[in-house]
């Protein structure tokens, strides 16, 4: 399963300025909207999440909690699903958090997660990636690992192809 990367981390590589700002901007928009259709929203888990989305629905404003998802509420920084980090991982991945955690200042990972690791780009669990996919689309991530500012395509996704927007494998399609 893959959590879209935060609109904060993406928001800088997408920007456009200059005089054709809003046309960019709704072409960004419509990239986006394509891209969040593609992220599994948990309806029931969503509306107990975020009441204030079950009331939309129950008014008749909103279809559903998927359309909440994809037209407002990945932009307001709300999960689409119930996230369980995997602690061990987590830790041993974002050893800067392991010294806090030590510390007690730090609950578990899900807490950080929910928190604020998902807004700083963390993800909850090791990812599952397709090398061979990965490599062939995103042929500036084969440049990084090749140039060794990454040892293999998971390091690359962990710590820069997530927040890019880049998918770890091929996307399944509803």
Known sequence: ?????????????LW???????????????ILRAYLIA???DEDWYCREYPD???????????????????SGYLEGRMPIYVEVDDRWYFDTYTDLLAAKNDGLLVDGNTHFRDSGYLEG?????PVIDEKWYLKTYPEAKKDIDR???INCEEHFVKSGYVRGYFPHRPAMK
Do not use: C
Request: proline share 9%; net charge negative.
């Open 53 to 71: 989305v079950l009331e939309q629905i129950k008014s008749g404003a909103l279809s559903s909690a998927t359309e909440h998802y994809v037209s």
């Open 148 to 150: 060794g500012d990454f």
């Open 16 to 30: 456009l300025g200059g005089p054709a700002r809003e046309t960019a901007n709704e072409e960004i928009s419509r």
């Open 122 to 126: 963390r993800l909850p669990w090791r």
């Open 1 to 13: 399963m893959h959590i879209a990367p935060p609109v904060s981390l993406l928001a800088p590589s």
């Open 39 to 41: 992220v599994v929203v």
